[in-house]
């Protein structure tokens, strides 16, 4: 046991000085010091939106039904997500992607990608135009068919705002039997994936429109992707 005599006073001469010398130096933060992702109008262009066109050839579109898809992103608060980075991406008209790994036997569009990307405005909105995707089979299952989906990824304000999900059309028979869509075992937030005509964004003789609101946070969170 240590006594009280044996304890030595400090050297305080041994210990370095509290307070620098020496001005300080502002290092730059790297990316991976960010709080966030950072995403901008001088990065995404405006044309990237149009699906119908981003990857035509002068004069040409996509072939398909035009189709103006629109939302907001929000968080558990229902409070706007401004600048956050929407993502999307599908088939063709005919269901077909466009990658060399898929092989359904359906035709090609060669004026059309099927991505697209844009930023949220300062009310949290975004808006595409493309054109409604085609439903294509899983042989791996047997005689199943994917119904028409678009694949969404949003990067919000924060790591924590990161949602990957699908987003499907009304009245399709396709849904009962589809087991990405079925994953999501809760009716009210399989509902939550089915976008909503809205006559108000149709572009009158041109295309429809159809929303599709994002939350991505809280109980009332648009599922992930299964």
Known sequence: MTTQAQVKKRDWTLHPKAATTQPLVPIKHTLSELTGPVFGHNTVKKMESDLTKNAAKKGKEAIGERMILTGR????????????????WQTNAAGL?????????????????????????SDGNYRFVTIRPGAYPITRL????RPAHIH????????????????YFPGDPLQEADFVFQAVTNKAARDRLIVEYAPE??????????????????????????
């Open 73 to 88: 992103v929000t968080d558990e608060a229902n409070r706007p997500v401004p600048g956050a980075l929407v993502e999307i």
């Open 97 to 121: 992607y466009g990658h060399k790994g898929d092989q359904h036997d359906a035709p090609v569009d060669p004026n059309f990608y099927g991505t697209g990307r844009c930023v949220t405005d």
């Open 142 to 145: 047997g005689n199943r068919w």
């Open 152 to 167: 969404y990824s949003i990067n919000g304000g924060s790591f924590a705002q990161r949602l990957v999900t699908q987003c």
């Open 201 to 226: 964004y149709s572009v009158m003789g041109f295309a429809a429109g159809y929303r599709f609101d994002i939350v991505l946070r809280g109980q009332n969170a648009t599922p992930m992707e299964q």
